[in-house]
């Protein structure tokens, strides 16, 4: 048994890669403690699924300042430093797991790395892509050159380097993260978590387009809205489903008013745990990943392409390249990113062409069991087991 550490500055219940991992590591009989943001309703203590929650008295900062966001991460680095080095000392951990954003959350770490813990960082996005993208400015910018290189310090300080896929690790390669630290690990579903209850009823009156996870301009929300707004009279029994919220989302009810069709676009604004996530979105006809294209979307591979596989619900996606590395015209009906016409007309397709939704259907589903996670859990363990403690 591993005693680890996982460090996350997000809410935990809504993060399914963090709970995916920690429950996984938990189920197996790893001694599990994870510490991340304030969650409303939630108590600062509680073991969910084997894993011991702590939770740090912040909530995590939305908004459009750069500087508010670099301030709140360095809050929640300070107090987890030393909540993590206070629970070090009194239990040893054999290895701390920091999950980014951020990526100097790393430091959080040091002091149990410098005690004999193994230090692993979980790189979930690329900070200066990300922040790039949110802040509309280029890569000579100061803020995204500091991004940059605090990115290639926190991976060199790391004993192990954990990235989402394969045109990921390139990238933090080029910016000199050593390759031989890396393990790929893509955001699969775990079918133990993300499962559909016994007995629960598939809502089939109509044909659901379904929309998950942040609502963010760059992840273009508001241009299915758009989209579905073109196609919506001669798809009568269509309807659009956008569960999540997010920085958007005002966006995205003002594309709804705009459209009129508010009556058929379900969009609750709230952040949903991977279980209700599962239910609301298992018999959709279709799966939508609307991403705008930039310096960030172009190496995301979206989690919710992966749940869409999960139940087989054949998806349009946008010719990105993380996307299209992994996917094929005969998994995925694709479209020109940012485009709302040819996003929906694929939308009009799906809906008047059962044939084609049959076999994107038996595509994905037959990528899902070849990308799976009792596959790739292994190398979780891997990452956790490689060192005996010092």
Not at 112 to 141: C, N, Q, R, W
Not at 242 to 252: F, N, P, Q, T
Not at 255 to 274: E, N
Not at 310 to 326: D, E, K, S, T
Request: charged share 25%; proline share 5%.
């Amino acid at each position: 048994m591993k005693r680890v550490c996982v460090i996350s500055y997000t809410l935990y219940m809504a993060d399914h890669r963090v709970e995916r991992e920690a429950e996984t590591l938990a189920r197996r009989g790893d001694h599990v403690d994870l510490i991340s943001l304030a969650e409303q309703g939630r108590p600062s203590e509680e073991t969910v699924e084997g894993v011991h929650v702590h939770r740090v008295g912040f909530t995590r900062y939305r908004g459009s300042s750069s500087l508010s966001y670099i301030a709140s991460y360095f809050r929640f680095l300070f107090a987890t430093a030393f909540k993590v080095t206070r629970m070090h000392l009194k239990n040893k951990y054999d290895v701390v797991q920091v999950h980014t954003m951020p990526d100097f959350m790393v430091l959080a770490g040091l002091i149990p790395k410098l005690l004999g813990a193994k230090l692993v960082i979980d790189v979930h996005d690329m900070m200066p892509e990300v922040y790039a993208s949110k802040f509309g400015v280029t890569e000579k910018h100061p803020l995204i050159r500091f991004l940059a290189f605090q990115e290639r310090i926190s991976t060199r300080i790391a004993d192990k380097v954990i990235c989402v896929h394969k045109p990921h690790q390139d990238v933090l390669c080029r910016r000199g993260a050593l390759e031989s630290k890396m393990t790929i690990l893509p955001n699969l579903t775990d079918p133990l978590i993300f499962r559909t209850e016994p007995g629960a009823k598939v809502d089939t009156s109509c044909f659901r387009i379904v929309f998950h996870g942040t609502v963010a301009h760059r992840l273009g929300p508001d241009l299915a809205v758009d989209a579905f707004a073109k196609i919506a009279e001669s798809c009568p029994g269509a309807r659009l489903e956008i569960y999540g919220s997010g920085d958007s989302a005002d966006e995205v009810d003002e594309a709804i008013r705009r459209s009129g069709l508010a009556d058929r676009i379900v969009f609750p604004r709230k952040i949903f745990g991977i279980r209700a996530i599962a239910q609301m979105i298992s018999g959709a006809a279709v799966g939508i990943v609307p991403n705008r294209r930039d310096s960030a979307t172009e190496y995301m591979l979206p989690v919710k392409m992966l749940e869409y596989a999960h139940f087989g619900i054949p998806v349009i996606a946008p010719r990105l390249l993380a996307i299209q590395y992994y996917f094929t015209d005969e998994n995925v009906l694709y479209y020109e990113p940012g485009n709302v016409d040819e996003l929906a007309e694929a939308m009009k397709r799906m809906y008047n062409e059962p044939e084609l939704r049959a076999r994107l259907s038996a595509g994905i589903t037959k990528f899902a069991e070849d990308f799976n996670w009792e596959h790739f859990k292994l190398y979780l363990y891997k990452v956790i087991d490689d060192w005996p403690a010092r």
